[in-house]
């Protein structure tokens, strides 16, 4: 109940001192590319129910049906110039502020997927992430911020994805699904907000030295 109550809080503050910025991405997005503002998008929430997740339209509106689908990797041809700068800068999230007070997610924990990127989770992972609401950031989504980086530089990024990336992530998910908690909720979002701010910081392991070590894999592609 205290998370939902600083969920709602923190929401609304942060819309109000945001609105600004809103209006201008709306604004430019309406008149450039596809003049698409927002993307819809299925996932799956609490419980295993589908809801749709809000984004600023980043990617031709095709894009689920094109190339590696739901799975976006660097320089993706999809991505529409505009949208390179929101999803750099992470502002193409925004709206999911929306899906946090409706209620769909809370500000920290298990990144919603697609039912596509759900299955490649293994079972144990699967049951753990939708046991809570899904978050706008959380443990998985700071460890992975490159991902797209590590999907480019695999040979085959498909198999990467399904064999190691989701796996590992799993592991991420559910160890904040049973460490959870108003303390491990505000580190997260500190935590988010400096791994914005200084993208190659190491903090988050140094905070959280518990975490479940990544495969060999892992820490080769984020080397590279």
Not at 25 to 50: A, D, H, K, P, S
Not at 125 to 134: I, N
Not at 153 to 178: C, H, N, T
Request: glycine share 8%; charged share 20%.
């Amino acid at each position: 109940m205290l998370q939902r109550f600083l969920d709602i809080v923190l929401c609304a503050s942060a819309l109000l001192v945001l609105s600004p910025l809103w209006v201008f991405v709306m604004v430019v997005l309406r008149l450039t590319g596809e003049r698409e503002v927002f993307f819809r998008q299925q996932r799956i929430g609490l419980g295993g129910q589908n809801f749709d997740l809000l984004k600023f339209a980043t990617m031709l509106k095709e894009s689920p049906n094109l190339g590696t689908g739901t799975v976006t990797l660097k320089d993706d041809p999809r991505v529409l110039p505009l949208g390179r700068v929101l999803r750099k800068t992470k502002v193409n999230e925004l709206p999911q502020l929306l899906n946090v007070l409706k209620g769909d997610m809370s500000l920290i924990g298990p990144r919603p997927q697609t039912r596509r990127c759900f299955d490649a989770f293994p079972e144990k992972s699967q049951r753990a992430v939708v046991a809570v609401r899904p978050g706008l950031s959380g443990v998985g989504s700071i460890v992975f911020r490159a991902e797209e980086d590590m999907m480019h530089s695999a040979a085959d990024p498909d198999r990467f994805y399904d064999e190691f990336i989701m796996p590992y992530k799993g592991q991420l998910e559910e160890w904040y699904v049973g460490h959870q908690g108003v303390g491990i909720y505000l580190l997260l979002i500190f935590l988010t907000v400096w791994v914005v701010v200084w993208p190659g910081s190491q903090l988050m392991h140094s905070l959280l030295p518990e975490l479940p070590a990544p495969p060999a894999a892992i820490i080769a592609a984020q080397a590279k």
